[in-house]
């Protein structure tokens, strides 16, 4: 079993179309969670940092971890042609240490 | 946060061959990490370096085949010797960052390595 599991998709959405993204993970001992947007031919570019439960909003992302099942996703809101990208959620145990990444979810928006 | 700079961004080397990858940070970094992205999977860590000290290596990756250099604090190098097919992915180097608010890696945007 992997230690984050990812549903890769694709997945496929309107524009304005409110988009969830998901992760499971396996290790309880995780505390700080994050998601990065991939676009192609680029670097993972970070979105949102989580430390712990509980929901952090930025703009229209929202990152939302319930570590009592485990689970970690992430919300766009009113989804732009410009989101289309693959995002990637990560957790690790403790500041400095090992990302463990997991398989990336392809999102499309059409216009 | 940081800009990274990565060289060279793409490269098609032949098999057995080495090729170097260069990993510039425009600050000074305690740690820098090298990751590696294969064609449809997700990132793993190969080694984290640090300067002055010899890299920590990942379960799965040796320093033999891939040798880490650390000179200083905005520098680093990962070289993949004797490369094979199975070498061909995209390499990606990132650093710890943290400030009163926001805590994160960020990553250089990669060298796409093909081995033919």
């Known amino acids: 079993q992997k230690e984050v599991e990812q549903d890769p998709g694709p997945l496929s959405v309107p524009e304005g179309a409110i988009v969830s993204l998901n992760c499971t993970y396996s290790?309880?001992?995780?505390?700080?969670f994050m998601w990065y947007r991939q676009y192609s031919r680029k670097g993972p570019e970070l979105l949102m940092y989580t430390y712990s439960s509980g929901n952090k909003e930025d703009g229209r992302f929202t990152a939302q971890v319930d570590k009592s099942s485990k689970y970690i996703s992430l919300f766009i809101r009113d989804s732009q042609p410009s989101d289309s990208a693959t995002y990637l959620c990560a957790s690790f145990y403790n500041q400095g240490g090992k990302l463990i990444f997991g398989q990336g979810t392809e999102l499309s928006v059409k216009p | 946060s940081a800009v990274i700079s990565q060289k060279p961004s793409r490269d098609i080397c032949q098999r057995g061959t080495s090729l170097t990858i260069q990993c510039q940070v425009d600050?000074?970094?305690?740690?820098m990490f090298w990751y590696r992205q294969q064609p449809g999977q997700s990132l793993t860590l190969i080694a984290t370096a640090n300067q002055g000290s010899e890299a920590t290596y990942e379960s799965g990756f040796v320093i033999d085949k891939f040798p880490i250099s650390r000179p200083n604090l905005t520098f680093s190098t990962l070289t993949v010797s004797n490369m094979s097919p199975e070498d061909s992915s995209i390499y990606l180097c990132?650093?710890?960052?943290?400030?009163?608010?926001?805590?994160?890696?960020?990553f250089g945007s990669g060298t796409r390595l093909t081995v033919v």
């Open positions: 990132s650093v710890e960052e943290q400030d009163l608010t926001n805590y994160g890696y960020t």
């Open positions: 600050s000074q970094v305690t740690m």
């Open positions: 290790n309880s001992a995780f505390q700080y």
